[in-house]
């Protein structure tokens, strides 16, 4: 399969490509940056904008599918342009897709759709665990343009049939380099405030790019929203403990949770194309020995 990466020279992008090729699929980068030093010669890369419609049409012909990642990744001192970059970006890629014949589209979404991890006032979720159907309210631009995109991809399944799959990542870690720093281990073990926003999930790299090549492999038909995470929370705690002390609206719902599991339901991923993360923090021995240093 020759595969359209946009955001190629980005942290999930590079990950993505590198799973691509080792995985025997062929790639043609897209971005506005240079690729990182052990790509260059294994991919045709074409550079440009999101918002240059030409470039992304020619960029797009001859591919097989499209993974789409390129985008302004969070709000604030960007929302001027993060909607002509994020939201007008993907339906210029959902259309050349669709004038080349491109049969698979899947693209970057994100949890930050539910509006919580970036809530400027904060709220409780209306339940535990929480899946795709859970009802967003978000305040912030990003969360709206994504929102926007899953909705657009959904409307070019309906007119064109094309399969199409938004991924929502959680919080994407590089757990092999976070075990060699202290602040990295300290910053996302504790317990604390810092990581109510996110419910405690995460991803790592590795499986974050595994699950887009899944989705571009597996996925028959249709249009599908997955949320993409971790099946164990990152931090030593009881999850049900933090989620009853920080969101006190759903405190009566813990009980569903597994003391250790993951907040977010990730049974769409498994069943539509087949992912299960394979890495946990809790394999990693720098990272272990810190959970039981911050228990003791």
Not at 37 to 66: F, H, N, P, Q, S
Request: a negative charge.
């Amino acid at each position: 399969m020759k595969v359209l990466l946009t955001g190629i020279s980005g942290r999930v992008g590079r990950h993505c490509a590198r799973d691509f090729i080792e995985n025997g699929h062929e790639v043609r980068g897209f971005d506005r940056t240079t690729l990182p030093e052990d790509l260059r010669g294994k991919v045709e890369m074409i550079y440009g904008e999101l918002t240059d419609r030409l470039t992304i049409l020619k960029a797009a012909e001859g591919c097989d599918a499209i993974c789409h990642l390129a985008a302004i990744a969070s709000p604030g001192h960007r929302d001027d342009v993060i909607f002509n970059t994020n939201i007008t970006g993907t339906q210029y890629m959902l259309a050349a897709a669709e004038a080349h014949g491109i049969k698979t589209f899947v693209c970057a979404s994100t949890c930050c759709t539910y509006g919580i991890f970036y809530a400027k006032h904060q709220f409780d979720p209306q339940y535990v665990p929480i899946d795709e159907a859970h009802p967003a309210f978000p305040q912030d631009l990003y969360a709206v343009s994504k929102i926007a995109n899953e909705q657009t991809c959904a409307a070019y399944t309906r007119r064109s049939g094309m399969t199409t799959v938004a991924l929502r990542l959680t919080t994407v870690m590089d757990l092999e380099r976070m075990a060699q720093h202290d602040w990295g281990k300290r910053h996302f073990l504790h317990g604390g405030e810092r990581r109510s926003n996110d419910f405690w999930t995460y991803i790592d790299d590795r499986d974050c790019a595994r699950a887009f090549r899944l989705a571009l492999e597996n996925t028959q038909s249709g249009h599908h929203v997955a949320i993409i995470s971790a099946r164990d929370s990152f931090t030593p705690h009881d999850i049900r403990e933090l989620i009853a002390k920080h969101f006190p609206g759903v405190a009566d719902q813990v009980d569903k949770l597994d003391p250790h599991g993951c907040v977010y339901d990730t049974g769409v991923a498994e069943n539509v194309f087949g992912f299960v993360a394979q890495h946990s923090w809790r394999d990693v021995p720098e990272l272990r020995q810190a959970a039981e240093e911050i228990l003791a």
